[in-house]
């Protein structure tokens, strides 16, 4: 189950209201004057959510919002610029921006604490493991907006779940899971994680961000292509586990123990 907050029906809402917009103007209901409040309508919700990330950051010095807040408000900014005809940047030109990320890393120098990094290798055999992974999963997409799974007894079940722009919140303490492997695959383009997992639930878990940074538990990795995995001791042996695949675009992930 899937709880929905007021900011993603908010978003989802323009986002259908954009799209319809669009549509009759391709089709010449609508004149081709109107079209221009649809153009720039999706860079404005990106730059305005970038925004509202970039305060929550700076108020709560946190670097994985930092980061995401930086790349949306700029990446929305400069599209809706060469809108206006101010600059050249076009949507396939977010890979420019990648200078952002050299402000995230001085940023959480300034106010974060020492974190300390555990190498390791792996080949991460069960991300292509198809039968844990694929099969009789449930499919949620949204483009913008948060998803929240917090509510007492919310019943875990196998999901890919993918977000355009927008955070994940998961606490697996307070969900039902059932005596089984259960797959659960996060995506996003840009948005941050967090995950709270029980100590006794025995997990195996694959993180990557390809901008921004990760902390798994006690391991952390941040920068270009930043990926970490982990598997619980006891996960092969175990009735009732949880696998993980968790994978951003530009964000953060935090995935913790209580």
């Known amino acids: 189950m ?3 907050t007021g900011k993603q029906w908010f978003g989802s809402l323009l986002l259908l209201i954009a ?3 669009l549509l009759l103007v391709n089709i010449g209901v609508i004149s081709l004057e109107i079209k221009e409040v649809f153009v720039v309508l999706l860079p404005a919700i990106i730059a305005l959510y970038g925004l509202k990330k970039l305060l929550d950051a700076l108020l709560q010095k946190s670097s994985g919002s930092l980061l995401v807040g930086l790349f949306a408000l700029c990446y929305g900014g400069l599209i809706l610029c060469s809108h206006w005809d101010l600059i050249d940047f ?5 890979w420019k921006l990648w200078p952002i990320l050299i402000v995230s890393i ?3 120098g300034i106010f974060q604490k020492k974190k300390v990094k555990i190498s390791f290798e792996t080949d991460y055999p069960f991300v292509k493991d198809k039968d ?6 449930k499919k949620n997409m949204s483009m913008i907006g948060d998803m929240k799974f917090q509510k007492a007894n919310w019943p875990l079940e196998p999901m890919d779940m993918f977000n355009a722009v927008g955070d994940y919140y998961f606490d697996f303490g307070k969900a039902y899971i059932p005596e089984k492997t259960t797959p659960l695959n996060v995506k996003g383009w840009v948005g941050d994680v967090k995950m709270i997992i029980p100590e006794d639930l025995p997990v195996k878990i694959y993180t ?13 990795s941040d920068g270009m292509k930043a990926e970490l995995f982990y598997e619980s001791p006891d996960y ?3 009735v009732k586990r949880l696998q993980l695949t968790v994978e951003l675009g530009v ?5 913790v123990r209580v």
């Open 2 to 4: 899937r709880y929905r």
């Open 208 to 220: 990557k961000v390809k901008i921004g940074d990760i902390r798994l538990f006690e391991q952390t």
């Open 106 to 108: 001085a940023f959480n």
């Open 90 to 94: 076009g949507w396939e030109d977010w």
């Open 251 to 255: 964000g953060s992930i935090r995935i």
């Open 236 to 238: 092969e042996e175990a």
């Open 19 to 21: 799209g319809i917009g």
């Open 132 to 137: 844990e992974s694929s099969f009789g999963k």
